[in-house]
Nanobody, 124 residues
Framework: QVQVVESGGGLVQAGGSLRLSCQAS????????MGWFRQAPGKEREFVAG????????YYADSVKGRFTISRDNAKNTVYLQMSGLNPEDTAVYYC?????????????????WGQGTQVTVSS
């Protein structure tokens, strides 16, 4: 079973950048598609970005496309989310999880092995 730990969150000014990391452990990371979600207080969990096991294909929510980049380094068992042009609407807890397939990348029910999350706060 894949276990993940997110890191890299923090407080930034609007227009700033952050790089989130998702460090995985387990025997099957190199064969696992992965995704990032976020959740703000009082709101539903929202898909941010996804990446196939090889990194050959990526998927983004419309709200972050052109600003965020997802990547992975299987040799380091790590998935990254590079975020730029941040705005206050990006404030949320960001979670990494394993995509188990079988449907839409946007659906959190298609994911398992969720991490504990890392807080991203963007000030005005």
């Amino acid at each position: 079973q894949v276990q993940v730990v997110e890191s890299g969150g923090g407080l930034v000014q609007a227009g700033g950048s952050l790089r989130l990391s998702c460090q995985a452990s387990g025997r099957t990371f190199g064969s696992s598609a992965m995704g990032w979600f976020r959740q703000a207080p009082g709101k539903e969990r929202e898909f941010v970005a996804g990446i196939t096991w090889s990194g050959s294909s990526t998927y983004y929510a419309d709200s972050v496309k052109g600003r965020f980049t997802i990547s992975r380094d299987n040799a380091k068992n790590t998935v990254y989310l590079q975020m730029s042009g941040l705005n206050p609407e990006d404030t949320a807890v960001y979670y990494c999880a394993r995509f188990r397939g079988g449907g839409n990348w946007n659906d959190p029910q298609k994911y398992d092995c969720w991490g504990q999350g890392t807080q991203v706060t963007v000030s005005s």
